[in-house]
């Protein structure tokens, strides 16, 4: 991603956009691990963080941004404005949980 643009401001400041190449988007969804969300549980109760959760989230990020700029990219633009980026748990019927992260915006290209 180190050479696409990634932002959730609508403009580039100082960067004018000279064309806008439509919608993108990346999704990431991880398991997390029986056991740690049986201590993250505890945790949760007694006021502490959940460091199992937070490393799952980054990387759930990281991965959805990654397939975002990737698409960007294939469409040519060299950076993307207007980034969401949204986080649900869907929780699995044997009591589990997945984390998703979704992240989208509007890929662009600016004269450079």
Do not use: H
């Not at 740690?36 to 007694?46: E, K, M, Q, S, T």
């Not at 963080?49 to 990387?59: G, I, N």
């Not at 633009?77 to 992240?103: C, K, R, W």
């Amino acid at each position: 991603m180190k050479d696409m643009i990634i932002t959730t401001t609508p403009t580039l400041e100082g960067k004018p956009i000279a064309e806008y190449l439509g919608l993108v988007s990346g999704e990431a969804i991880l398991g997390a691990n029986i056991f740690r969300d049986f201590l993250a549980g505890i945790r949760d109760i007694v006021g502490g963080r959940s460091a199992a959760y937070e490393e799952e989230l980054r990387k759930a990020k990281d991965i959805a941004l990654t397939e975002m700029a990737d698409q960007a990219r294939a469409l040519g633009a060299n950076a993307v404005v207007g980034v969401d980026l949204d986080y649900e748990t869907i929780q699995l019927g044997s009591g589990g949980a997945m984390l998703m992260v979704s992240a989208s915006g509007t890929a662009v290209r600016y004269q450079v």
